[in-house]
């Protein structure tokens, strides 16, 4: 009888590198891995552009140098699409969709759970699917589906510890994690303060675009996460940079 197919879900984070590396050292089966890439519009990725970098030159090259065959999926629709459509129904009817919810990333729904489930469906039935989900993340690994999602990091007894410090002894460790510690778009509304300050501070053409689409009239909503506009994010920016020109001065 032939062997199931087994694919590992990657994000290039250091969890499910980590379980790629394993399943190679232990001589798992692994007939692909699987990424799909979310864009904040035709020609930008949303990927933080130190993790694009990663992503392409570095982590790709390693993989495929290992034997993993990368599928990479991309939907069509991008963050910006999704902002600029107009709403069809109900009381906000025309109006501009503006920022993704959080906690109901319609980025999520849209760019990233459509596309893998449009990838799985051409799959066998009896596909098993490697997920980066370590040993101490119980609750996680609870939701795991029997037999068809396999965690091969709690087959190794690996925590997210274990797991960083493989990708880094294998030169495998996104430089993302110098400034935060999750994954994402470099656009989510659950950014944390750290995250948000590296993209104002080193891609001021990232943070100008999320300004130009604070900008735009007629929005479902100006918050862009629960608390704030992008608009009053830049504003505290710009109060730091002057409070600390000040204090050096
Ligand atoms: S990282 Fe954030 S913006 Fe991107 S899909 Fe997930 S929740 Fe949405």
Same mark, same amino acid.
């Given at each position: 009888m032939e062997r199931p197919k087994f694919i590992a879900s990657c994000s290039f984070g250091k969890d499910s590198l980590a379980a790629i590396l394993l399943a190679k050292e232990h001589g798992e089966p692994l007939d692909e891995a699987v990424y799909c890439e979310v864009m904040f519009d035709k020609d930008i990725s949303g990927e933080v552009p130190e993790h694009w970098d990663f992503i392409y030159g570095t982590a790709i090259p390693? /993989?495929? &140098?290992?034997? @993993? =065959?990368? @599928? @990479?999926l991309r939907s069509e =629709?991008?963050?910006v699409e999704l902002f600029t459509g107009r709403v069809t129904r109900g009381s906000k009817k025309g109006m501009v969709r503006s920022f993704p919810l959080?906690? =109901?990333c319609a980025v999520q729904r849209d760019c990233k759970v459509r596309p893998i489930e449009r990838y799985q469906k051409n799959l066998p039935a009896d596909v098993v699917q490697y997920v980066g989900i370590a040993q101490d993340e119980?609750? &996680? /690994?609870l939701r795991l589906e029997d037999g068809r999602q396999v965690s091969l990091l709690a087959k190794y007894n690996f925590t997210e510890q274990d797991a960083w410090q493989l990708c880094e002894k294998s030169g495998l460790l996104s430089p993302v994690y110098a400034f935060t510690d999750r994954g994402g778009c470099w656009f989510c509304p659950n950014a944390k303060?750290?995250?948000? &300050?590296?993209l104002y501070d080193h891609?001021?053409?990232?943070w100008g675009r999320m300004m130009a689409?604070?900008?735009?009239?007629?929005?479902?909503?100006? =918050?862009?996460?629960?608390?704030q506009r992008f608009s009053d994010i830049?504003?505290?920016?710009r109060q730091e940079d002057e409070d600390a020109a000040q204090a050096a001065a």
């Open positions: 390693a /993989l495929e &140098r290992m034997g @993993v =065959k990368i @599928v @990479v =629709k991008t963050y959080c906690g =109901k119980q609750e &996680r /690994l303060r750290a995250e948000l &300050r590296h891609h001021p053409d990232l689409l604070q900008a735009i009239p007629g929005k479902t909503t100006e =918050k862009f996460n629960r608390t830049d504003a505290i920016f």
